[in-house]
C-alpha cells in the first residue's frame, strides 16, 4: 500500500522560509521522480515544483528564485524548501508521486498536504 506524507508547513512571517519534506512508502522517489503542487481557498490546485528521475528541476514562476527541490535518495524523502515568503504563498501544499496518469500531468499518489500559512 503507497502512502505519501507531506510535513513541515505553519505559520510564517512575510519573508520567512520554511522546508517542506514528502516521505512516501510503496513508491520511489527515485525511480518516478515528484512534485508539488498548491492549492489556496477557493482556488484550484496549481503545479509548483517538479523534480525529475536524472535531477532536473522546473518551477512555477511563482516559486522561480524562492523555491527549491531536492531529494534524499536514503530516506526517499523530497524537499521543498521555500524562501522569502509572500502572503500569497499561502496554501495547502500537496506532495505528487509515484508515475505520471495516462493521458495526465498529474503522478497517481497524492498526500493529504500540509497547509502553509505566511502573515502579512
Known amino acids: 500500500q503507497v502512502q505519501v506524507v507531506e510535513s513541515g508547513g505553519g505559520l510564517v512571517q512575510t519573508g520567512g522560509s520554511l522546508r517542506l519534506s514528502c516521505t512516501a512508502s510503496?513508491?520511489?522517489?527515485?525511480?518516478?521522480?515528484a512534485a508539488w503542487y498548491r492549492q489556496a481557498p477557493g482556488k484550484t490546485r496549481d503545479w509548483v515544483a517538479s523534480?525529475?528521475?536524472?535531477?532536473?528541476?522546473a518551477f512555477a514562476d511563482s516559486a522561480k528564485g524562492r523555491f527549491t527541490i531536492s531529494r534524499d535518495g536514503a530516506k526517499n524523502t523530497v524537499y521543498l524548501q521555500m524562501n522569502n515568503l509572500k502572503p500569497e504563498d499561502t496554501a495547502v501544499y500537496y506532495c505528487?508521486?509515484?508515475?505520471?496518469?495516462?493521458?495526465?500531468?498529474?503522478?497517481?499518489?497524492w498526500g493529504e498536504g500540509t497547509q502553509v500559512t505566511v502573515s502579512s
Open positions: 505528487n508521486a509515484g508515475p505520471v496518469e495516462r493521458n495526465s500531468d498529474y503522478r497517481i499518489y
Open positions: 510503496g513508491t520511489s522517489f527515485g525511480r518516478y521522480g
Open positions: 523534480l525529475a528521475v536524472g535531477g532536473a528541476t
